[in-house]
T-cell receptor, first 113, second 113 residues
Framework: DTEVTQTPKHLVMGMTNKKSLKCEQH?????MYWYKQKAKKPPELMFVYSYEKLSINESVPSRFSPECPNSSLLNLHLHALQPEDSALYLC????????????FGEGSRLTVL | QKEVEQNSGPLSVPEGAIASLNCTYS??????FFWYRQYSGKSPELIMS????GDKEDGRFTAQLNKASQYVSLLIRDSQPSDSATYLCAVKSSGGSNYKLTFGKGTLLTVNP
């Protein structure tokens, strides 16, 4: 299994909603990442988990809250988002954090109304 | 500020031609270099990694690295319309921020039948 699975693929939410994005991998990777990508821009790193511990938060607003329940799962909890948070949210995994060989999921396209 | 520069394109080549994509980076201590392909509306996919000076070939793809010039390139031989995508150059930082993969802005390649 060489896939990173993300759900949902599309999400529309209001600014007062609470929702979650989910990511799963069964490749035994110990590093997992959340990226945000706007149209015609490169992916922008948000969070890095290494061995299920949050190792990097790239100064992301607290309305985004990551969680890593186990080595295969990564969640991104969303609350009180702004319309400018609308983007493609990409989960990725790698064997460890010291490699740049990332496997990306298909992404969750988020629209905030 | 560690930077990765790419010509944003679009780069347009006829089917069967060689497409040449270029990338320069600012961090002289960078050790690992990657090319990701991203189709419109899809997530990035790793197509090449290169770690030492010289050429690395994989099928129709050749990555070239020149650390002295801080330059990495991707050649696509016998370009096909299915190669039409945005190609992201990514560089792995050295030292304390070894978790971070810095992406260039991407080059949009169009292969015309």
């Amino acid at each position: 299994d060489t896939e990173v699975t993300q759900t949902p693929k599309h999400l529309v939410m209001g600014m007062t909603n609470k929702k979650s994005l989910k990511c799963e991998q069964h490749m035994g990777h110990r590093a997992m990442y959340w990226y945000k990508q706007k149209a015609k821009k490169p992916p922008e790193l948000m969070f890095v988990y290494s061995y299920e511990k949050l190792s990097i938060n790239e100064s992301v607003p607290s309305r985004f809250s990551p969680e890593c329940p186990n080595s295969s799962l990564l969640n991104l909890h969303l609350h009180a988002l702004q319309p400018e948070d609308s983007a493609l949210y990409l989960c990725a995994s790698s064997i460890r954090t010291d490699t740049g060989e990332l496997f990306f999921g298909e992404g969750s396209r988020l629209t905030v109304l | 500020q560690k930077e990765v520069e790419q010509n944003s394109g679009p780069l347009s080549v006829p089917e069967g031609a060689i497409a040449s994509l270029n990338c320069t980076y600012s961090d002289r201590g960078s050790q690992s270099f990657f090319w990701y392909r991203q189709y419109s509306g899809k997530s990035p996919e790793l197509i090449m990694s290169i770690y030492s000076n010289g050429d690395k070939e994989d099928g129709r793809f050749t990555a070239q690295l020149n650390k002295a010039s801080q330059y990495v390139s991707l050649l696509i031989r016998d370009s096909q319309p299915s190669d039409s995508a945005t190609y992201l150059c990514a560089v792995k930082s050295s030292g304390g921020s070894n978790y971070k993969l810095t992406f260039g802005k991407g080059t949009l390649l169009t292969v015309n039948p």
